[in-house]
Structure formats: structure tokens, C-alpha cells
């Protein structure tokens, strides 16, 4: 990574994340419109498919995409499928069974079918991909897990469908896309837990990765953007426990840094580190209008407090946030001066930014922003603005504390060293 200096108030970019042109990426909004394309790429498939995603549920519309990857099995194309133990684990019993007696291999990420599985280290680093590769020339990534868009785990069938988006990806990207799949694919495949800082050694890693893409990628032909594609720039980043811990983090802080009139923010979990609450505060001291827009609706009550505990903080430096309440809000997106957009699997908190495997397209390209932007401002639109609610009675600040304290103790058991 590039790391260069800021000078008179011109936007530099500090930390390239790798941004490759020529690509095709089309935002898509929830399962709805999700489901339907990865469905129809499967059905074209010819050669092999990779997925890997954090729920792999149950339901109606799970199975659909489950039997269509029965189907591409069946016509000769190689299916590799990777889910999380703890996500998918009310379902991992059925996706088994139906892929019993098929050349679909189910490799599950850490699984947690014993309960002695909690005491090995590293068990609540997740995997929290949502990405699909087929043929090496389609890849989807976002934060769509495959379950049905009006169905919580938690709290059962909803009215309206959850707020959530991905993305649909074509040209030079996608494979970088696909080495990410395979690795992860393969890493649960073999059945191993590998130590993270045993993995960290580089030469070893180097063999390692080297052995792994000789035996499970089989021969490639190499993918090049389309010619009559227009020319969009984007980067994959990634964030892992190897030596992109991380990425996410940066690209999300150096983009606020950047921002000269606007940021806008949307996240279901959100609880910063100094990092990006210090861009947000300077971004809006600067005259950017900074707007967050944050669950309404909460699935998980902690999660709404960790949120809740930083509103009078960031409202005192100038920072809008607004609270989704039509249904519930999944969607980890952002746009900032109508040029730089994300879409991915990453919160804005421990969970996402120190400790899970995660995986967001950053476009620089003022169409897709536009198309992304109008969708926030859809979602503004239907939700409340927070006004300058408490904040610094005795109540609020023995629950900042607590919030604190318990994120504090949580990343010292999982092993992140340092300050959030």
C-alpha cells in the first residue's frame, strides 16, 4: 500500500486498497433482486461456482438456491460451498442431508456441533463473507446472507423486507474475488484451525497458499474485462486476521477524511473506533454534512445501546443520525462525496472491524455512487432524525461505561491487543 501525505487541503488518498478499472458493477437491493441473478449465473455455470456465506438458512428461498446448485452439480459443474458454523448452524443438519449423495461439497468455517467448540481459541473469529464466484467471470458481494429478506431469525416473519444490498461484479475484480472464496473454502475444507500468528509467518503462508491453489483451483483460463465494459473503478477489500486486520477500517477512515461535502453512512451495527469517530467529528467541524443511519427497528438490544451510547458525542460535533424503522436494517453501505461508495459485509464495530472475516467493494465511479446515494436518501426519507436527546445525565453515562467496558473485555478474549 501507498501511504503519501496530505497538502494543502487537496484530497490524497493515504491507503490504496488496489482499485482495478474495467469493471461492470451493478448495485442490487436485498434478496428480491439478489436471489434471482446469482440463480440465473448458476444456471449458465460451465465450469465451477464458489460460495461462501454466513447464514445459509432453511427456508423456502434458501432451498430454491440450494436445489440450483443441486442442478449445476448435475450438469458436470464443479460447487463448492462454504458457511459459517455459528450462522448456519440451525441449518447445517439440512443442507447436509440435501446434499447427500451429490458432488456439491459443503465445507463448514469453524463448526460448533460439539459443545467443547467454544473452548478452542479463535472460536468467535467468524466468517462473515457473503460473496459468489461462477465460472471466474461473475462474482456478488455484499451483506446478504441467503435467507429469505422477510424472515428474522430471531423474531420470525416480518411485513416488509429487510434493508440490505450487494453487488453484481464483472471484469479484472472478480478474481481476486474467487482467491478469496477458494482460500476460505479450503482452509474449512482441510478441517483445520490453523493458529493465526502461525499463519502470519509469511514464507509458510506463501508455500501454504501456493499448495492449496494448485490443488483445488485446477486449471484456469485468465478472465479479462470485457473491452466495451466502462472503465469503473473499484477494489475488493478484504479484512482477516493475517495481515489485513485492518483494511476495512482504513478505507472507511481515509474516504471521511477525504470527504469535502458529504458523508453518508449506513450501518446495523455501529460502534466505532477512535479512527472513524475521529474523521466523523472532523469531517463535520470542516463543514461536511456527515448523516448516519442506524437501526430503528433493533434485532439485538446490546447492539442498539453500543449505538446509542456514542449519540450525544457525535450529535454534539455536527454529525445527523437517523434511525430506520420500516423494518429491519442490514445494509452496510456508504457514499461520500457522490464518488466513493461501498457495499459489503462490514459493520462498523469490534465484531466486523477487529475480529471477523469480512470482505466490501469500494467503487470510486459517480454513477454506481449516485445510484447508492438515491437509495440512502430513499431510506432517510422513512426514518426518524434523532434529535438532542439525553446523553450526559448519570443513566447514559454509566451505560457508555458499560458498553465500553464490556467491548473491552470482549476484544482482550478474542486477542485484540491495542486501543479501539
Known amino acids: 500500500m501507498r501511504r503519501l501525505g496530505r497538502r494543502r487541503g487537496r484530497r490524497i488518498r493515504t491507503v490504496d486498497p488496489g482499485f482495478v478499472g474495467g469493471n461492470r458493477v451493478e448495485l442490487l437491493r436485498g434478496g428480491d433482486q439478489l436471489f434471482p441473478r446469482m440463480q440465473a449465473a448458476i444456471a449458465r455455470a460451465h465450469r465451477d461456482i464458489w460460495l461462501?456465506?454466513?447464514?445459509?438458512?432453511?427456508?423456502?428461498?434458501?432451498?430454491?438456491?440450494?436445489?440450483?446448485?443441486?442442478?449445476?452439480?448435475?450438469?458436470?459443474?464443479?460447487?463448492?460451498?462454504?458457511?459459517?458454523?455459528?450462522?448456519?448452524?440451525?441449518?447445517?443438519?439440512?443442507?447436509?442431508q440435501r446434499f447427500a449423495g451429490s458432488?456439491?461439497?459443503?465445507?463448514?468455517?469453524?463448526?460448533?456441533?460439539?459443545?467443547?467448540?467454544?473452548?478452542?481459541?479463535?472460536?468467535?473469529?467468524?466468517?462473515?463473507?457473503?460473496?459468489?464466484?461462477?465460472?471466474?467471470?461473475?462474482?456478488?458481494?455484499?451483506?446478504?446472507?441467503?435467507?429469505?429478506?422477510?424472515?428474522?431469525?430471531?423474531?420470525?416473519?416480518?411485513?416488509?423486507?429487510?434493508?440490505?444490498?450487494?453487488?453484481?461484479?464483472?471484469?479484472?475484480?472478480?478474481?481476486?474475488?474467487?482467491?478469496?472464496?477458494?482460500?476460505?473454502?479450503?482452509r474449512a475444507w482441510l478441517g483445520r484451525d490453523f493458529d493465526d500468528a502461525l499463519l502470519d509467518?509469511?514464507?509458510?503462508?506463501?508455500?501454504?497458499?501456493?499448495?492449496?491453489?494448485?490443488?483445488?483451483?485446477?486449471?484456469?483460463?485468465?478472465?479479462?474485462?470485457?473491452?466495451?465494459?466502462?472503465?469503473?473503478?473499484?477494489?475488493?477489500?478484504?479484512?482477516?486476521?493475517?495481515?489485513?486486520?485492518?483494511?476495512?477500517?482504513?478505507?472507511?477512515?481515509?474516504?471521511?477524511?477525504?470527504?469535502?461535502?458529504?458523508?453518508?453512512?449506513v450501518c446495523p451495527y455501529f460502534y466505532p473506533g477512535q479512527r472513524i469517530r475521529h474523521a466523523l467529528h472532523e469531517a463535520a467541524r470542516r463543514g461536511v454534512r456527515v448523516r448516519l443511519l442506524l437501526q430503528g427497528k433493533l434485532d439485538y438490544r446490546l447492539a442498539g445501546w453500543a449505538a446509542e451510547a456514542l449519540y450525544a458525542d457525535l450529535l454534539g460535533h455536527g454529525v445527523e443520525i437517523y434511525e430506520y424503522t420500516p423494518a429491519f436494517l442490514h445494509a452496510k453501505v456508504a457514499v461520500v462525496d457522490g464518488q466513493w461508495a461501498t457495499v459489503g459485509s462490514s459493520n462498523i464495530d469490534p465484531l466486523s472491524l477487529l475480529v471477523n472475516l469480512e470482505a466490501n467493494v469500494v467503487v470510486e465511479d459517480g454513477d454506481f455512487a449516485r445510484r447508492l446515494a438515491a437509495e440512502i436518501e430513499a431510506a432517510l426519507a422513512v426514518s426518524a432524525r434523532v434529535g438532542k436527546r439525553g446523553g450526559m445525565g448519570l443513566r447514559a453515562m454509566l451505560r457508555r461505561a458499560a458498553v465500553a467496558w464490556f467491548a473491552y473485555v470482549f476484544l482482550r478474549v478474542v486477542g485484540v491487543a491495542g486501543r479501539y
Open 52 to 96: 461462501a456465506t454466513y447464514i445459509f438458512h432453511h427456508d423456502e428461498t434458501s432451498l430454491a438456491l440450494a436445489d440450483a446448485l443441486l442442478a449445476a452439480d448435475r450438469r458436470g459443474v464443479r460447487v463448492r460451498l462454504v458457511v459459517d458454523g455459528f450462522g448456519s448452524g440451525a441449518s447445517i443438519a439440512t443442507l447436509q
Open 103 to 186: 458432488g456439491v461439497a459443503l465445507a463448514v468455517f469453524r463448526p460448533m456441533d460439539r459443545w467443547w467448540r467454544w473452548l478452542q481459541p479463535g472460536q468467535l473469529r467468524r466468517l462473515h463473507h457473503k460473496l459468489c464466484v461462477v465460472d471466474g467471470e461473475q462474482a456478488f458481494v455484499g451483506g446478504i446472507n441467503v435467507i429469505d429478506d422477510r424472515l428474522d431469525l430471531h423474531h420470525g416473519r416480518t411485513e416488509l423486507p429487510r434493508l440490505d444490498f450487494a453487488v453484481q461484479l464483472s471484469g479484472g475484480l472478480v478474481e481476486q474475488v474467487a482467491q478469496s472464496v477458494r482460500s476460505i473454502w479450503s
Open 201 to 265: 509467518y509469511v514464507p509458510l503462508r506463501r508455500r501454504f497458499g501456493l499448495w492449496l491453489t494448485q490443488l483445488w483451483r485446477g486449471p484456469q483460463r485468465l478472465v479479462r474485462p470485457p473491452a466495451r465494459l466502462r472503465p469503473i473503478c473499484a477494489a475488493f477489500v478484504q479484512r482477516d486476521n493475517l495481515r489485513r486486520r485492518r483494511t476495512i477500517e482504513h478505507a472507511y477512515t481515509e474516504a471521511i477524511r477525504g470527504a469535502r461535502a458529504s458523508v453518508d453512512l
